[in-house]
């Protein structure tokens, strides 16, 4: 192959890797310029979240498409307010229900943000568990494109819970990291038991088992620092007799020699 073959090869090559990387490339349709989520939600409570859009004709590049939603609260209202580039509203628009469809975005209206809002009740908890803990679905978002395409714009959760499961999860919470400071399985296996009535949905016996996993733990921790202490006390003994033993021993030395001078 003659050097120009070579380069002609390499450059065809070098374009052919290009073209796989874009192809294999995940596809983001919007961009989420911000959102203020909960992290975790009292059941029964009423939460709101926003999330703001922007750059909303990239990625595919399309003139107008249309937003969708869904979400696991119950008692739900959707606000989806419309925004230009100079941050004025053009436009606002109200939806009732778990899902929404039909927000029109379009770059005719001049449409450059959308926040879309949502309020709702935090839902039950339909099975508890310690690990992972119980979440839901707080907004989901997708874009629809004509011919009905979609792409999954984003998905916010949050943990969920009631007073009594946020006790005792507190509670196994703080057993379980004084119990990994020491090797006790009695204290391993109340800890394991509690987490299984949590599981069980039983929250005052969870709360009681963690806290004596924790006692437990607490207790051999103790027993270990009164063990250390001793043997640091033992160990400065044979060291202070050592050194008593030796002085003894180098005076003894030193009065046989004045005996013998």
Not at 124 to 133: G, L, N
Not at 146 to 167: F, K, P, V
């Amino acid at each position: 192959m003659t050097k120009t073959s070579w380069n002609r090869f390499s450059k065809l090559a070098l374009a052919c890797l290009v073209a796989l990387t874009a192809l294999a490339a995940p596809v983001a349709a919007v961009s989420v310029a911000e959102d203020d989520v909960p992290s975790e939600a009292q059941v029964d409570s009423k939460v709101t979240t926003t999330v703001t859009l922007n750059e909303l004709y990239q990625n595919p590049q399309l003139e107008s498409w249309t937003l969708a939603g869904s979400t696991e609260l119950t008692d739900v209202t959707w606000t989806v307010t419309y925004y230009d580039q100079t941050g004025a509203k053009v436009n606002q628009q109200s939806f009732d229900g778990r899902n929404f469809s039909g927000a029109s975005i379009d770059a005719g209206d001049g449409t450059s943000e959308v926040e879309v809002r949502v309020t709702g009740t935090v839902p039950q908890v339909d099975d508890y568990t310690y690990e992972p803990p119980q979440s839901f679905t707080v907004m989901a978002l997708e874009q629809t494109r004509e011919g009905g395409s979609t792409n999954e714009i984003d998905t916010w959760t949050a943990t969920h819970y009631t007073q009594e499961s946020r006790e005792a999860r507190n509670e196994i919470d703080d057993a379980a990291s004084t119990v990994e400071e020491v090797n006790d399985e009695e204290a391993e296996r109340r800890l394991g038991n509690a987490i299984e009535a949590y599981d069980g949905e039983e929250f005052t016996l969870a709360t009681d088992l963690a806290g004596q996993a924790e006692e437990r733990a607490q207790q051999t921790q103790q027993s270990n620092q009164r063990m250390q202490l001793i043997l640091y006390a033992v160990g400065g003994l044979v060291i202070v007799g050592l050194v008593v033993g030796g002085f003894l021993y180098w005076r003894s030395q030193q009065s046989g020699h004045d005996k013998l001078g």
